[in-house]
């Protein structure tokens, strides 16, 4: 076995867990789009077992690459498996190594792979410091106009600009959307408080969804909560480690856990992505890093604490789709469920298959956009059958990429966090 492979030795343990048994097959988005062993949880493990072979060990190939990095993290497979393999430690192990391997050869990657090249220096540089990270997405910002201006040298412009990222000219990317902490601030008004939470916002939070923030902090506030939000949190980490970049992973893992310990008489940290949730709650004791405080979804904790709700839009359908990493890393799955059938009744609509991924696994549709637009085509036909006026989500990435598709595939619903379709029953609060 060659020497630089790090990672995947310590998993031998998983996967010598794994007896093959196919079980796999009938829910591996990928596999149910390409149709080949490799692309399937059983097929990788099968890959890795070759690197760890002692009598005839294989390489890090490009094709071992490509299959391995096809992986979305949907944790799918981990939820059916009879032994119960950790499927997606084995993969992160194996996308570590894969990462190793291609940063040595940098540059190399900036002709061969410019996405990978892209994601190495966010992670390295930007993703664990709020102020890089904001710049960035400034100039992302400031960029964002020429990409959809029908104006034709506008226009033309943005066609240079999404192939210098090598990014398919139908891409739909999100419009920039900032946070005001400052406003925040100033807007707060004075109510009885009962209880005080942490609000983590995350990326998205921070940079593209601020109606989804306030609307949380409307809510809660709503319900005699106040809401503490830090400028000081970074990213949660989560695209750096499912890309395979631990070393990144951890230190922005470090760095938020010392800043959510520092949080002083809240009882809570509240999370409105799942992604951001799973990350914080469960991926970070990994790194042997543990929380003062307790980690919640923002349904999740509407449920503890028995905050009565209406609905938001009381003349609109709706329906949900589960995020993959708010419903099998944080195994939430009835609360949203109950959240919107107890205060949309009849008009709430059951979605088939409700529990499969969405094609979005993060930053997996800017690596395998083909495959990822096969995946969400099939959710935005199963969301357009239900004839919801508004679909549900948990996750911001969920958002994203179901957003982009309906665009592309000119379906006609509207896309909400869960929380956005909801609101306080005052009557039960006093002021």
């Known amino acids: 076995m060659d020497k630089k492979i790090k990672h995947i030795p310590r998993m031998d343990d998983q996967f010598n867990k794994c ?24 097929g990788r493990i099968d890959l890795i077992g070759g690197v760890l072979s002692k ?52 540059f190399k990657y900036f002709f061969k792979d410019r996405i990978f090249f892209t994601k190495y220096i966010i992670f390295k540089y930007i993703l664990g410091s709020k102020n890089r990270f904001r710049f960035l997405l400034t100039v992302y910002k400031q960029i964002y106009p020429f990409l959809y201006n029908k104006d034709l040298k506008t226009k033309i412009m943005g066609k240079i600009l999404l192939k210098a990222g090598t990014l398919s000219n139908e891409r739909k990317l999100p419009k920039p959307d900032f946070f005001d902490y400052k406003s925040f601030n100033i807007e707060k008004k004075d109510f009885h408080v009962k209880k005080r939470v942490g609000l983590f916002l995350g990326c998205t939070g921070k940079f593209l969804y601020k109606e989804r923030v306030k609307h949380t902090i409307k809510l809660l506030n709503n319900a005699d909560i106040d809401v503490l939000i830090t400028e000081d949190f970074n990213c949660c980490g989560a695209p750096a480690l499912y890309n395979g970049d631990i070393s990144s992973a951890k230190s922005i893992a470090i760095k938020n856990s010392e800043i959510a310990n520092r949080l002083n008489q809240i009882s809570a940290i509240i999370t409105i992505c799942g992604s951001c949730g799973h990350m914080i709650r469960n991926e970070y004791k990994k790194f042997g890093i543990e929380l003062n405080i307790p980690v919640y979804d923002i349904s999740e904790y509407l449920i503890a604490e028995k905050i009565k709700v209406k609905p938001r839009f009381p003349d609109k359908k709706v329906t949900y789709h589960h995020s993959c990493h708010l419903l099998r890393g944080m195994k939430v799955k009835d609360e949203p469920i109950n959240l919107l059938n107890n205060a949309y009744k009849k008009k709430f609509i059951s979605l088939k298959e409700d529990q499969k991924c969405c094609g979005g696994g993060g930053t997996f549709s800017y690596s395998y956009y ?36 309906k665009i592309v595939d000119n379906k006609d619903f509207e896309i909400m966090h869960t929380v956005e379709l909801l609101e306080v029953d005052k009557e039960h609060y006093q002021k």
């Open 55 to 106: 009598s005839s060990p294989i390489n890090i190939s490009e094709k071992f690459e490509h299959d391995i990095n096809m992986c979305l993290n949907c944790m799918s497979c981990e939820e059916i498996c009879p032994p119960k393999v950790k499927v997606s430690d084995l993969i992160i192990a194996a996308k570590a190594d894969i990462f190793s391997k291609r940063k040595k050869h940098l």
């Open 370 to 405: 083909e495959i990822a637009k096969k995946i969400t085509s099939e959710k935005c036909e199963n969301i357009e059958k239900t004839e919801a006026d508004i679909l549900a989500v948990g996750c911001p990435n969920c958002s994203m990429r179901i957003g982009e598709q």
């Open 19 to 42: 007896t093959f048994c196919g079980n796999c097959r009938v829910v591996c988005p990928t596999f149910l789009v390409e149709r080949r062993e490799s692309t399937l949880c059983r």
